[in-house]
């Protein structure tokens, strides 16, 4: 069993959703800077510059 405190469903969040939500309650980012922050490079790009690579 892990340390007293991190069983709770804070915990069973992946790292990326984890941080999101410790943004989200430090209030101190727009909801679209959060959102950039935790997203994957690949998720970033526009749809247009996704479509070329995956065609690539």
Not at 20 to 49: M, Y
Request: charged content about 35%; hydrophobic content about 35%.
């Amino acid at each position: 069993m892990g340390k007293i405190g991190q069983t709770g469903p804070f915990y069973q969040l992946d790292k990326r959703r984890r941080k999101a939500v410790k943004f989200l309650f430090e209030d101190e980012l727009t909801d679209e800077e959060i959102a950039k922050s935790v997203q994957p490079d690949s998720f970033l790009a526009p749809s247009s510059d996704r479509l070329v690579a995956d065609a690539g």
